[in-house]
């Protein structure tokens, strides 16, 4: 069974620093069908935003409004990924998503149950709130 767990989520000053991470389990990064890596977040009344993506091939995207600020990284040997974020600012407060996935996409809503059936798999997500 692919479960995929997020940690580090907590409430943190504007210009501080969190880390996230996933830990997964039950399948192994690289698989052919789950092919890409992923950190999406969404704040209430809001969609589905892509923050950061690693492919098989060890590219990974940013969302503009994250690049200099987040470093997403991958640690085969924990099957985990992470995510730090740096100088974090209030639009940053959201649930965050982690998700493997057997196709880069785009969603309307973030979480459980999104995707392709069998093939998308998501954590429960982590809250990070971000206050001035």
């Known amino acids: 069974e692919v479960q995929l767990v997020e940690f580090g989520g907590d409430s943190v000053q504007a210009g501080g620093s969190l880390r996230l991470s996933c830990k997964a389990s039950?399948?192994?990064?690289?698989?052919?069908?789950?092919?890409?890596m992923a950190w999406y977040r969404q704040a209430p009344g809001n969609k589905c935003e892509l923050v950061s993506q690693?492919?098989?091939?060890?590219?990974?995207y940013y969302e503009d409004a994250v690049k200099g600020r987040f470093t997403m990284s991958l640690d085969n040997a924990e099957n985990t990924i992470h995510l730090q974020m740096d100088n974090l600012k209030p639009e940053d407060t959201a649930v965050y998503y982690c998700?493997?996935?057997?196709?880069?996409?785009?969603?309307?809503?973030?979480?459980?149950?999104?995707?392709?059936?069998?093939?998308?798999?998501w954590g429960k997500g982590a809250s990070v709130t971000v206050s001035t």
């Open positions: 998700a493997a996935l057997h196709e880069k996409a785009l969603f309307s809503d973030c979480g459980p149950g999104t995707g392709q059936s069998g093939f998308d798999y």
């Open positions: 039950g399948f192994t990064f690289g698989e052919p069908d789950l092919s890409v």
């Open positions: 690693i492919d098989t091939d060890g590219s990974i």
